[in-house]
Structures are given as structure tokens and as C-alpha cells.
């Protein structure tokens, strides 16, 4: 999971009005392609375009971000792979979290600038090693829509996986026939398929589909892997011990797995290798994430609730103020600073660090 945070904290100065304002800059890429694994603060409007496959299932007006824009109103995006906030009047000041980093969504009581003591909802998030907690509030009075659309779509989002994650000895046969997910369609069944993960290899069969690539042995159905094409990272016709093989290399995320099956006759393994790569390069242009959720009523095209940010005739002057995301940071318990200690490995005084944190760690936080 990548943390997508962006900024030094700035004070900027308009040089006709001398009136010392608040901005945030921008320094680090975001990683378009992994939204649902991101926690992503203050991006530009060019970086918050859906990718393929992505899809806006509703937009919530008047939502307040209690958490770190405590009285801003805003509005919320919900997507298949994401909620997205973005303040009304500062279009700047925005935040992304992926479903892939939540760990938990509750409702509880929060005190809201715009409604005072109410009920919100809270979504407690882990991105590299770091946790953040998230509080959303529905400025209108008697509105269950926002939890019931960021709930139900998150739950979708975690009963779909089989469509993103590469899985290994799960239930996907029966009677000896794929188990199709919704929206599935097989392209292709091949029999005969050496699995080279052992010195023998182990005899299966193959199903290509339109979302993944499955292979389980004959003799034990659960003996099994399903891979998608969203976490497939090459595919190639490589010289083996066993003759020319299929090799499927899986991304990082999914574990970096090196899979080899042996098809014959070779004419066989061209002519799947070829299918497979067509495939995929059909997933890659619209991909099928699996996250099957509407509503009653569609909302707008994301381009129609957007506007292009408008550059401020600014001089930035930097100072050392803390970094905007650390009012995210998920630290309930903290009611104030903690005692100072030396730091031997930065040869000055530092707040005593949280148990479990370490330098380290939150310097890749900003890296």
C-alpha cells in the first residue's frame, strides 16, 4: 500500500495585499493505477480522473471532513475502488483513501463544527505501516446516505476479491468445472497442463477467462491458483527442465510468484500465450474490479462535479510548521505533547516517540 502524501505545510504571501495565506504544494507522484491502495492528500484536479475501470457510484453534498477540516463543507465521492473528499470553497484541499486500507468503518458520536454533537463516520485506515482515522459528517439533518453508501459499497468491495487478488487452494472448482464469478465468461478450457512448481510437476487443466487465468490438478481440485489479469505482471515462453513452458510472473503486491506450466504440443503453448496476452491487453484497457453496487438514483459524471484548480499569484515562503496529513494520524489517546528525549541518531531533543513507532518508520512515511 502506498501512502501518496503530498507536502510541506506553506505559508504564502500575495505580493499585492501583503495578506499572509494558507497553501499546500504538491511534490509526490501519485501512482494512478493503485487508487484502491492509496491514501492520497492535497492532489491535483488532472490526478483525481478515474482510472479504466473505475466507476462513481454516488456523490454526497454537504459532507463535513470533522477529522481535518473540522466546519468545511464539502463533497464526497464514492467510487468502486474509493471515497474521495474535496472541500467546497478550497477545491485544493481534498483527500483520497483506497477500500484496500481500510481496516474498519463504524458510525459513532462526533463534534462537528457545522452540526455539533452528531453522529459520523469514522473509517480507520493502514497505509505503510502508519495509521490514520478518517470522520465524516453529513451536514443535513436525518440522512443515513452516507453510511449506507460507504458501507455497502466498501462491503462489496471486500466480497469481490477473487476479481483483484491472486489466490492459492481456494474453492474455485466444482465437479470438476470453474466456479464463475458474476460477469465471467470462459474463453478457453485447456487439459493436459503441467503445474512445474514441484521436481515432477503435477497434471491439471486451464481456464482462460475474460478476468483471470485458473489452473487446479486432476487428481486434487483444491490443489489450485487463480490468478487476474490485474496482477499479472508478464507472461512469456521461457526454456524449462521440462521443455518450453508458460511463465506467468505475478506483480509485488500479490507476491511476486514466478509460475511455469508446460503445454503441449508447443504449436498448443503458442497459440495460449497469444490468447492469453490478447486477453489481458483487453482487461488492461477496462478492467472488471468485480464491485457490483448502483444506485437508485446515478449521479453525475465526476468531470461535472469538478473544476480546474486555479494557480494563486503567490510567493511561497517556507516555514516549519507540521505537515497537513498528521491531523489524520490515528493517535485517540494522545491529549498532549509528550516528554522530550535525545536523539542519538539525530543529535538533537525529539518527542518521545509512541511505542511501536520508530524513526525509521516515519521517515518513510514521508519517502
Not at 53 to 75: A, M, Y
Amino acid at each position: 500500500m502506498k501512502l501518496c502524501t503530498l507536502l510541506p505545510h506553506f505559508h504564502t504571501r500575495s505580493p499585492n495585499s501583503g495578506v499572509q495565506l494558507a497553501c499546500h504544494t504538491s511534490y509526490i507522484i501519485i501512482y494512478h493505477d493503485d487508487f484502491k491502495n492509496e491514501v492520497c492528500f492535497f492532489f491535483f484536479f488532472r490526478q483525481m480522473k478515474m482510472r479504466p475501470g473505475e466507476v462513481l457510484i454516488d456523490c454526497l453534498e454537504s459532507i463535513e471532513d470533522t477529522k481535518g477540516n473540522n466546519g468545511d463543507r464539502g463533497r464526497l465521492l464514492v467510487t468502486n475502488l474509493r471515497i474521495i473528499w474535496r472541500s467546497l470553497s478550497l477545491p485544493r484541499v481534498n483527500l483520497s483513501v483506497g477500500y484496500n486500507c481500510i481496516i474498519n468503518i463504524t458510525t459513532r458520536t462526533a463534534n462537528s463544527k457545522l452540526r455539533g454533537q452528531t453522529e459520523a463516520l469514522y473509517i480507520l485506515t493502514k497505509c505503510n505501516n502508519t495509521r490514520f482515522e478518517f470522520i465524516f459528517t453529513n451536514v443535513v439533518p436525518g440522512s443515513p446516505r452516507l453510511f449506507t453508501s460507504v458501507i455497502a459499497v466498501h462491503r462489496a468491495y471486500e466480497t469481490s476479491k477473487m476479481y483483484r487478488d491472486l489466490k492459492l487452494r481456494s474453492a474455485l472448482i466444482q465437479n470438476k468445472q470453474l466456479r464463475l464469478l458474476p460477469q465471467e465468461q470462459i474463453y478457453d478450457k485447456i487439459n493436459g497442463v503441467w503445474n512445474l512448481s514441484s521436481d515432477q510437476g503435477n497434471l491439471g487443466t486451464f481456464f482462460i477467462t475474460n478476468v483471470r487465468i485458473v489452473w487446479h490438478a486432476n487428481m486434487n481440485d483444491s490443489f489450485n491458483v487463480s490468478i487476474p489479469y490485474l496482477q499479472i505482471r508478464s507472461i512469456k515462453i521461457r526454456d524449462s527442465k521440462f521443455g518450453l513452458a508458460l511463465v506467468i510472473e505475478s506483480s509485488q503486491q500479490s507476491g511476486g510468484y514466478v509460475l511455469g506450466f508446460k503445454i503441449d504440443p508447443v504449436e498448443k503453448l503458442q497459440e495460449a500465450v497469444k490468447e492469453i496476452n490478447s486477453l489481458h491487453r483487453v482487461y488492461s484497457a477496462n478492467p472488471i474490479f468485480g464491485v457490483d453496487y448502483e444506485m437508485e438514483e446515478k449521479p453525475q459524471p465526476l468531470e461535472d462535479l469538478t473544476v480546474e484548480q486555479v494557480q494563486d499569484d503567490v510567493e511561497i515562503e517556507s516555514d516549519e510548521q507540521t505537515d497537513a496529513f498528521v491531523a489524520y494520524f490515528a493517535d485517540e489517546n494522545k491529549q498532549h505533547d509528550r516528554e522530550p528525549v535525545f536523539s542519538e541518531e539525530l543529535g538533537l531533543a525529539i518527542e518521545k516517540l509512541k511505542d511501536g513507532f520508530t524513526l525509521q518508520g516515519l521517515w518513510e512515511v514521508m519517502t
